[in-house]
């Protein structure tokens, strides 16, 4: 028993949806406001039942167990899924009654999707007629768990002295001898579950009618990786799994992610890496395993649970060639700095040169794509600081057969500091307007350096409009990959948006596929320098750059 001194009586009003209104006293302990359990249940959660004795409160949609001196909630529905939710107060027992940190807990009732209880000021409530979205979402982040054939105890005595704790997983026996297991035997047991599941995102996505993943649990079986995907509402539609050598997606039609963070499935060997990310009306999940995948087949198994199986190659057995890759796969991509050597491109206001900055930028996404696109190859039309020709850079492309070309380069106005900022995407089209004009007789300036500059004595406008013509086959991927590129990186980056444009960029010309010139920023800028000179801007900048390279090649891969 807790007993507690200097307790201050304050006063809740919580507002009903007929207006009328409940108070309940509350005791104020280190700035939160503690409220009875029995006033609670009674004045607020009315058709629920509460259990002193064993802690419980029964709800029509479930049962909600909470133990004093813990922070833990742990609510099991009525059609079985378990869900533990982690307050930053515990409850209190104060003599003979229970008493909660009233704001954390009623938010705790909205993630449970049971109670719509709303915080209008700093004493004042009130109760919504269903679950508040804006609640939910900002509710704290679910435990990610290693959990053995899980049993929640619905209705567990108090006088139970073995608590459940913060952060262990939930056992089925509670004899279990402290050194019968450890994380290594737990990890290489067959049987163990990895589980990830939903609380907050859950709540607010039913509340939108939207189906939702809200857990995944991973378990192994020999050669067999079985991954079990629930959702809070029936699953409409699914794909076939696509794969690619050690790389697997699968695709969910109009459904939203509802798990925070995966990296809990990754702790297993078998499983390099778990992503998500939602791409038009489309979810995609891609895991990457430590083999190559044999086959992957995917049932639904009820109506909001679908188990995805994927069978790994066994190392003994010798490997069957590589499938002829398609027309369309993003097997080959190619990176192009811009400038190099004698020709330095634009200086900013400190003395920092385009080309420097240009490189550095594109080595950190070669080494990204590495990780992330583990199966494409990544060309590079100059590593050092050399000078390579603008028409020498779309053969380097055409000749390693690239799938995708990205001219990387740094934007400069005549006069410095100047206030023209952000990011800004080209395609290869004659130039619009004055700026892009502009833009483009900058970069293609690079020509006055070359010793056969026989190469350009045909591209007149006319010319530069039939070259523009011949990859009319490419405009729309470009077109696409460059919305994608201009968002995540200012997503990233932080710098604004300018958009995509369209200009005679001699250096595209010649490159046979998908093709963007990336301006990252102004050098005549100062807060664009600062981010393009850093370590740190320029990390950023290659971040948003593979990310909507993953992007593209989740949508664009395969166009058949």
Request: proline content about 4%; glycine content about 6%; hydrophobic content about 35%.
């Amino acid at each position: 028993m807790i007993s507690f001194n200097n307790l201050i009586a304050d006063e809740i009003v919580c507002y009903l949806p007929n207006k009328s209104k409940v108070s309940l006293s509350a005791r104020s302990i280190n700035q939160q406001l503690y409220v009875r359990l029995t006033d609670i249940t009674s004045k607020l959660l009315v058709g629920s039942q509460y259990n002193p004795v064993k802690n419980t409160i029964l709800f029509k949609q479930g049962n909600l167990l909470l133990n004093p001196q813990s922070s833990s909630l742990f609510f099991q529905s009525s059609d079985g899924v378990k869900y533990k939710a982690s307050m930053t107060y515990p409850v209190l027992r104060q003599q003979t009654e229970v008493i909660v940190p009233f704001d954390e807990f009623t938010t705790a009732l909205n993630g449970f999707g049971l109670r719509s209880i709303i915080k209008n000021s700093d004493n004042t409530y009130r109760m919504g007629k269903g679950i508040d979205p804006a609640i939910a979402a900002t509710f704290s982040l679910p435990q990610q768990e290693v959990i053995e054939d899980v049993q929640l105890e619905s209705n567990p005595s108090s006088n139970d002295e073995s608590q459940i704790e913060i952060g262990e997983p939930i056992q089925n026996s509670s004899n279990r001898d402290e050194n019968s297991t450890d994380q290594s035997e737990i990890e290489n047991n067959s049987n163990t579950i990895t589980k990830l599941e939903a609380l907050a995102y859950s709540a607010a996505i039913a509340n939108k009618e939207q189906c939702t993943i809200i857990g995944i649990d991973l378990e192994m079986s020999g050669q067999d990786i079985v991954i079990n995907f629930s959702s809070n509402l029936p699953i409409e539609q699914y794909q076939k799994p696509e794969l690619r050598g050690r790389e697997l997606i699968l695709r969910l039609p109009n459904m939203k992610n509802g798990i925070v963070s995966l990296k809990e499935l990754t702790k297993r060997p078998q499983i390099e890496a778990f992503g998500h990310e939602t791409i038009r009306q489309f979810l995609l999940y891609t895991i990457r395993c430590s083999q190559e995948i044999e086959y992957a087949d995917i049932k639904k198994v009820n109506l909001k649970s679908l188990r995805l199986t994927i069978r790994l190659k066994n190392d003994e057995i010798v490997q069957k060639p590589k499938q002829p890759i398609g027309a369309w796969d993003l097997d080959v991509i190619v990176l192009d700095p811009g400038h190099g050597g004698e020709d330095a491109g634009a200086i900013s206001i400190n003395g920092y040169k385009e080309k420097d900055i240009a490189l550095s930028i594109a080595k950190k996404v070669k080494e990204l794509l590495k990780k992330e696109l583990p199966a494409s190859k990544v060309v590079m039309t100059r590593d050092d600081d050399t000078f390579v020709e603008l028409y020498r850079r779309g053969q380097i492309a055409n000749k390693q057969k690239g799938k995708l070309f990205i001219s990387i380069h740094c934007n400069s106005m005549p006069s410095k500091p100047h206030q023209a900022n952000g990011c800004e995407s080209y395609i290869l089209r004659p130039g619009r307007n004055s700026e892009a004009v502009r833009v483009a007789e900058k970069e293609n300036a690079s020509i006055r350096l070359e010793k056969e500059q026989i190469n350009y004595d045909d591209m007149s406008e006319e010319k530069l409009i039939i070259s523009t013509m011949a990859q009319s086959a490419f405009v729309k991927f470009s077109e696409k990959f460059a919305a994608m590129l201009q968002k995540e990186v200012a997503g990233k980056t932080g710098l604004f948006n300018r958009g995509v444009n369209q200009a005679g960029f001699l250096v595209l010309v010649g490159a046979s596929m998908p093709n963007v010139l990336f301006e990252t920023g102004f050098l005549s800028n100062v807060n664009d320098e600062k981010i393009l000179s850093s370590e740190k801007g320029q990390q950023s900048m290659a971040e948003g750059i593979v990310k909507s390279i993953k992007r593209y090649a989740n949508e664009y891969a395969k166009n058949n």
